[in-house]
């Protein structure tokens, strides 16, 4: 168990939705990490927060925000869901922007 | 931009040792990291390299030229639960220190 809790972890839902992914970090660790993998697919970055502030944007769609709490707890929003968008979504937290990186276990999302 | 490049599969022997490469270009390289991930599992933390030279971790050593954009991953006396990717990941410090992943190398240990 890394200690990063990754919500819910499985979820199907219906192109032109909008959902919600939940990521608490390990305790204590500012830095806060969201990935996308499609299947069979490498881990492709999205963005990157520390300490509640955007730190890095990787090629994150227009169509996905994520934020970062006072509690340093992350969300990522995918709206307008499309097929393609179905994928495992990662987040990973580290205490500082320079150590390792540690993931939690993942949010499977099916768009049908 | 970056670019991390990694054999795609390898396939090798239990008991054996086997290698698998990293090539990178970066600018503001700030790490080089390794990661096992089982299908459908989350990455887990192998080995992290930021000077030139070998680090060792039991079973597991991960080697870094900087000067050469690479570095490799070696698993010796290889056992059945070692069939996984490996991910090469680059730190970036001129991109708020991006972590950005190559696109794995599936390795499978026969007996």
């Known amino acids: 168990d890394s200690g990063v809790t990754q919500t819910p972890k499985h979820l199907i839902t219906a192109t032109g939705q909008r959902v919600t992914l939940r990521c608490s970090p390990r305790?204590?660790?500012?830095?806060v990490y969201w990935y996308q993998q499609s299947l069979d697919q490498g881990l492709q970055f999205l963005i990157q927060?520390?300490?509640?502030?955007?730190?890095a944007k990787g090629n994150i769609l227009e169509r996905f925000s994520a934020q970062q709490f006072p509690d340093l707890h992350s969300e990522l929003n995918l709206s307008s869901l499309e097929l393609g968008d179905s994928a495992l979504y990662f987040c990973?937290?580290?205490?500082?922007?320079?150590?390792?990186?540690?993931f939690g276990q993942g949010t499977r999302l099916t768009v049908v | 931009g970056q670019n991390i490049d990694q054999p795609t599969e390898m396939t090798a022997t239990e008991g054996a040792i086997v290698q698998i490469n990293c090539t990178y270009q970066?600018?503001?390289?700030?790490?080089l990291f390794w990661y096992q991930q089982h299908a459908g599992e989350a990455p887990t933390f192998l080995s992290y390299?930021?000077?030139?030279g070998l680090e060792e971790k039991g079973r597991f050593s991960s080697f870094l030229s900087r000067s050469k954009g690479y570095s490799y991953l070696l698993l010796k006396e290889l056992q059945m639960k070692d069939s996984a990717s490996y991910l090469c990941?680059?730190?970036?410090?001129?991109?708020?220190?991006?972590?950005?992943f190559g696109g794995g190398t599936r390795l499978m240990v026969k007996p």
């Open positions: 990973a937290s580290s205490p500082t922007g320079t150590s390792e990186a540690f």
């Open positions: 305790s204590g660790d500012l830095s």
């Open positions: 927060y520390y300490n509640g502030e955007e730190r």
């Open positions: 970066t600018s503001g390289f700030n790490g």
């Open positions: 390299n930021v000077l030139d």
């Open positions: 990941a680059v730190r970036n410090d001129n991109a708020g220190n991006m972590l950005t």
